[in-house]
């Protein structure tokens, strides 16, 4: 493979921007090479049977509105609430009715002092409103508490919006109402509640396109200075036109977290080994160093054009100059035994 270094971006490595593939060059570089021109215009997945067994979305009857969607109901926002979708760590996700619309409303749920501590890691850096807030949050007072679970819950909800506005493919919010955010179904072809990228098996073709598609959204989004926090097969949801990023309310900032990188690297690498198993050759890229080389020196951009291909910084051995130590070490050792055989003598 001939390559172009671009830069040293102090991580002690080279990026290289491959211009050539020649046959050496592993099939995956050489398949993201010419997937990656194209790249912007991912085409449509092939409808493909995705194995969701989940219940239909037509119910035989409403559940009981729960205390948290009733103030929707009353002032309009929502008709009715169908039934639950999934009750998580996180928060509770209800598929409702709005006028003729199927949507989901996520209800959060309010923190436990294990989930105080574990979302201040992912807080770290974040603009908050204002110093009085900022400094209750990190004293962790009543006041603190309140402002952070409402800086929890705003997150995912801000998130959303400049997301979708950027293109990234998330789904599309409807608006936050009573610490509920209602947002678009994310569906799938035959119209149930979408499976998720870990419930489903895929063919390696589909898996590569799946696997280029979430990398360019994981730079878009880091190039708008965010990063999920949380991204695996379990946050992502399989529409018919490609893959959905869902449950952002860690969503990270990169540029006023210590902890950025190894967030980016854990998303990154939670898909590589999610779709590196219907094709294994996408367990060698390594998008995040790549990603996070060119964010470090300001030149990622939302069509940045990405390879996986990461040359590491180690000079190349020089099989002339290991022969010519080998035989120096060889020589100082009979030396010292010509040396030790005359003393005795
Ligand atoms: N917009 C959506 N469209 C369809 N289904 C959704 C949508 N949002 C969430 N879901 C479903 O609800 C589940 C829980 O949503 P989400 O991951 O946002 O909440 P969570 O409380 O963080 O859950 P978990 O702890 O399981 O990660 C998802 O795995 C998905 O199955
Ligand atoms: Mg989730």
């Known amino acids: 493979m001939s390559a172009r270094v671009l830069q040293d971006h102090g991580l002690g490595l080279y990026l290289c ?6 046959g050496e060059a592993s099939s995956a570089a050489a398949w993201y090479a010419a997937a ?3 790249l912007d215009a991912l085409p449509a997945p092939p409808p493909q049977k995705t194995g969701f067994a989940g219940p239909k979305t037509a119910p035989t009857e409403t559940m009981k509105v729960p205390q948290d969607l009733q103030p929707l109901i009353d002032d309009g926002v929502i008709d009715e609430v169908i039934r639950s979708l999934k009750s998580g760590k ?14 989901c409303a996520k209800v959060y749920r309010d923190m436990t002092q294990r989930s105080f501590q574990r979302r201040a890691q992912y807080q770290e850096g974040r603009k908050v409103r204002g110093s009085r807030e ?8 009543r006041f603190g508490r309140r402002e952070q679970e409402h800086e929890w819950k705003n997150a995912e909800v801000d998130a959303l ?16 109402f009573n610490d509920v955010l209602i947002m678009e179904l994310v569906t799938d072809a035959s119209g149930d509640p979408a499976p998720r990228l870990g419930e489903v098996e895929l063919s390696p073709d589909v898996a590569r396109e799946y696997h280029i598609f979430l990398m360019r959204q994981v730079a878009r989004m880091l190039s708008l200075g965010l990063i999920h926090g949380d991204l695996s097969e379990f946050n992502i949801l399989l529409a ?7 449950d952002l309310p860690q969503v990270v900032n990169a540029s006023g977290n210590n902890a950025a990188f190894a967030m980016l690297e854990r998303d990154v690498n939670n898909i590589r080994t999610a779709l590196g198993r219907f094709a294994p050759e996408l367990l060698q890229t390594e998008f995040a160093l790549e990603m996070w080389a060119l964010y470090e020196t300001g030149e990622l951009h939302p069509h940045s054009r990405l390879t996986g291909i990461v040359v590491r910084d180690e000079p190349p051995a ?16 009979l030396r010292r035994r010509i040396g030790r055989e005359e003393r005795v003598e």
């Open 17 to 22: 921007e491959s211009t050539q593939i020649h």
């Open 36 to 38: 990656l021109s194209t």
């Open 90 to 103: 996180e928060a509770t996700v209800y598929l409702v009715r709005s006028g003729t619309h199927l949507r």
């Open 134 to 141: 900022t400094r209750a949050m990190n004293r962790g007072t």
């Open 161 to 176: 919006y400049r997301l979708a506005a950027a293109d990234v493919r998330v789904p599309r919010p409807f608006g936050y």
């Open 240 to 246: 018919p036109d490609g893959p959905v990023i869902i």
């Open 318 to 333: 020089d099989p002339a100059s290991v022969i010519e130590v080998i035989e120096d070490a060889r020589e100082e050792a």
